[in-house]
């Protein structure tokens, strides 16, 4: 729901608006947290296990759509089944399955 739904609805709209306001901001630091997280571990040379970033891409994007999507939501945003599985609009064993699929996949990517 967007803000200007609610206010009229609202007992004290200055303390509504107040409060969304601190929400909005803790969500964009907790995302510019883990953004920078994310860019630091990029930076670590260990972390590719030996493959260079772009081949890793060029792999995840050989990829079906529907796999590629499960595997950029669960380690690069980092979300959980069930998360994935609202995002998606599908049960939960399908995100599963999908995620290993994917994993599977991009193995055999990899290996060639």
């Avoid at 990029?42 to 030996?50: F, Q, R, S, V, Y």
């Amino acid at each position: 729901m967007h803000l200007h739904e609610q206010f009229d609805k609202v007992d004290s709209p200055g303390a509504y608006v107040r409060v969304a306001l601190v929400r909005s901001c803790v969500r964009r630091n907790r995302r510019r947290a883990m953004e920078a997280d994310r860019l630091a571990r990029l930076d670590a040379p260990e972390e590719t296990a030996g493959l260079e970033i772009d081949e890793m891409w060029a792999a995840v994007q050989n990829l079906r759509p529907e796999r590629r999507a499960v595997l950029v939501l669960r380690f690069y945003e980092d979300l959980a089944h069930a998360e994935i599985a609202r995002v998606l609009d599908c049960p939960v064993a399908t995100v599963r399955t999908r995620v290993r699929r994917a994993l599977t996949d991009l193995r055999k990517e990899l290996d060639r």
